[in-house]
């Protein structure tokens, strides 16, 4: 199984740095990309912060711009997206419909097995698993305790080092988490966004790695006092290719870059 991972996408339509940013024409070149790999991914999951301000007209670009993708999409909501309004404008994905007040899910159609979590907070850059979220994640995982899978959220339920990040990161809930999921030997990755850069870090008995935006990237600043910025360092995206030994994971970048020469 192949999964193409996008993130922070960030669709907007006008508003600061909109201009600057270009995410309408940015989330195009990396469906263009995606759509001409082969061998073609079997799925992408694309892991919140699909726009800038959760509001329906910029949800409305976003199922624009993914209808021309020709693979099956999973979504997850960011902080920056409100899951009721993002519920509403995809009435034709039916994972993301029930009548929680979160978007979360698991998905039996492959053979590695996908959860979707929920970790936004209502107007609020952090993040939050609550004990309803955490309830459903125990009794969903232990429905299929042997089965390979591949748990994603927006968040990552570690500290970066970028202090900045880290305090808009997974502030509640996080050491719930990591007791929820410490049994478990067959989540092969735990995938996410928010970060808009490549970080990995073990977590409980499993990896946890973000992924970089789709159109711009955080600056990598470790300085403790470093303020926050973002730059043009080249999109990407991630591969997630369930190999003999496990899950691997590749960083790719989408762009025009020189060669490929032969060796
Ligand atoms: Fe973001
Ligand atoms: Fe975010």
Redesign the pocket.
Known sequence: MLIAQIT?LHIQNGGRHAEQIQAHAHLETCIDTLNALNPRPDLVIAT??LTEHGRADEYHVLKQLLDRLEIPALLIP???DDPQTLRECFPSHGYLQSDSPFIQYAIDDWPLRIIGLDTTIPRSGNGRLCESRLAWLAATLAQAPEQPTLLMM?HPPFETGMRRMDDLGLLEGRDAFEEVIRPYRNIERIVC??LHRTIMCRVGSTVASTCPGTAHQIALDLRPDATLHFNFEPPGYQLHWQGPHGLVTHHALIGDFPGPYPF
């Open positions: 922070d919140g912060d960011g902080n920056h927006h966004g928010h």
